[in-house]
C-alpha cells in the first residue's frame, strides 16, 4: 500500500502529443496482416511519475509498457497508479543507457530531465529552494563510491568547477561561482543546498539574484548533469533506443534544455542523413499556452518524434 506522503505529483509534460507521435494505431501501415494489437510494446525509457505508461496502457488494451528508470523510488511513487494493469507493464531499475538487446520495441518514450517527484520529496538535493543534502543524484540509494555533489563542489578544481557551471549550465557567472565554492570550501565543507545557494548569491551580481530565472538554476542543473553524467547517458541511450526500435517504429523525445534538445536533434538529424529514419516532425513541438498555464514547467519542453524504416 503506497502512502499518501510519497504518492507521485508529477504532472506529464506534452502527453497526448507524445503518444500521438508513436502512431499506435497504425497495423496495416506497419507491414503486418494481423492485428498488431496484442503484440505491440512500447519502452518508457523514462517512467518518471508514469503519466506516459498510464495513458498508453488506458488507450490501447492490448499494449505492453517495459518501463525504465534509474530512480527506484518513482515506481513505489507511482505503481498505485497501475492497479488492473499489473499483468501489462514491466518496470526496471536502469538506466536507460543499458538497455539490453532482449526485446524489440514499437515505440520509445524519452521523457528528459527531472520529475517534479525529485525535485519536490527526493530529499537528494535537486531543488534549490529547501534545505537538503546536496547528493544530486537520481540513484535511489547511492553507494559511497558513487559521484555526488559533495564531491564535486568540495573536491573538484576551481577551472573544473567554472566550465562545467558554464558548459552544463550555460552560466555567464560560472567562473565567479567557482572562486566562490573555492573560498567557501577553505572555511566550512559545502554539504546542503542551502550553503550552495547562499554561496551562488554571494558570488554574482545583485541584479542577477533579482532576474525572472532563479539565479542558483544553471548551477544546480550543471551539477546535477555532471553527476549523473546525463548528456553521456542520453548519446547511448538514444543509440541503444534505436537500435531496438522495429522497423516503422516510432521514437518520441522531450528535452527540457538546449543541452539535450542540440543531442537529440543532432542524432535525429543524423540517422535521416543515413537515410536510417524519417522525421515525424521538422521542428520540435513545444507546450500550448493552455498547458503552460496549468503546468509551468512545460514552458521550456521540446518534442521531437523520429520513425525508423
Same mark, same amino acid.
Given at each position: $500500500? ?9 504532472? +506529464? ?48 488494451? #492490448? ?36 538497455? !539490453? ?25 535537486? &531543488? ?5 543534502? $546536496?547528493? $544530486? ?5 547511492? &553507494? ?15 577551472? &573544473? ?37 547562499? /554561496? ?46 522495429? #522497423?516503422?517504429?516510432?521514437?518520441? @523525445? /522531450? ?7 542540440? /543531442? @537529440? ?8 542523413? !543515413? ?12 507546450? +500550448?499556452?493552455?498547458? /503552460?498555464? #496549468? ?5 521550456? &519542453? ?8
Amino acid at each position: $500500500m503506497i502512502s499518501e506522503e510519497i504518492e507521485s505529483i508529477h504532472k +506529464t509534460v506534452l502527453l497526448n502529443e507524445t503518444i500521438e507521435g508513436l502512431g499506435l494505431s497504425r497495423s496495416q501501415a506497419l507491414g503486418n496482416s494481423k492485428s498488431l494489437a496484442s503484440e505491440k510494446i512500447v519502452l518508457d525509457a523514462t517512467f518518471g511519475g508514469g503519466g506516459h505508461s498510464k495513458e498508453i496502457l488506458e488507450r490501447y488494451t #492490448n499494449i505492453k509498457i517495459i518501463a525504465l528508470d534509474q530512480d527506484g523510488d518513482t515506481w513505489k511513487k507511482a505503481k498505485y497508479k497501475f492497479k488492473g494493469f499489473e499483468k501489462r507493464i514491466s518496470f526496471l531499475n536502469i538506466n536507460f543507457r543499458d538497455l !539490453k538487446e532482449d526485446e524489440k520495441y514499437d515505440g520509445i518514450i524519452f521523457d528528459l530531465g527531472l520529475s517534479s517527484d525529485q525535485l519536490e520529496n527526493s530529499g537528494r538535493g535537486f &531543488s534549490f529552494i529547501k534545505k537538503e543534502p $546536496m547528493l $544530486m543524484t537520481m540513484k535511489e540509494n547511492p &553507494s559511497s563510491d558513487d559521484l555526488t555533489a559533495i564531491d564535486i563542489v568540495n573536491n573538484w578544481s576551481e577551472e &573544473s568547477l567554472a566550465d562545467i557551471i558554464y558548459g552544463y549550465g550555460e552560466e555567464r557567472f560560472s567562473r565567479r561561482i567557482a572562486k566562490g565554492i573555492i573560498e567557501a570550501r577553505k572555511k566550512n565543507k559545502i554539504e546542503n543546498t542551502e550553503d550552495l545557494v547562499k /554561496i551562488i548569491s554571494d558570488s554574482v551580481p545583485g541584479a542577477y539574484r533579482k532576474g525572472r530565472l532563479h539565479f542558483a538554476t544553471r548551477t544546480f542543473q550543471a551539477l546535477r548533469i555532471a553527476v549523473n553524467d546525463e548528456l553521456g547517458a542520453l548519446e547511448e541511450g538514444l543509440e541503444k533506443g534505436f537500435g531496438l526500435l522495429k #522497423n516503422r517504429g516510432r521514437m518520441s @523525445v /522531450i528535452s527540457f534544455h538546449s543541452l539535450e534538445d542540440r /543531442i @537529440v536533434k543532432r542524432f535525429f538529424r543524423d540517422k535521416k542523413e !543515413k537515410s536510417e529514419a524519417i522525421l515525424i516532425n521538422k521542428k520540435p513541438i513545444i507546450a +500550448t499556452i493552455e498547458e /503552460i498555464r #496549468n503546468n509551468p514547467r512545460s514552458r521550456s &519542453s521540446k518534442l521531437r518524434i523520429l520513425e525508423k524504416i
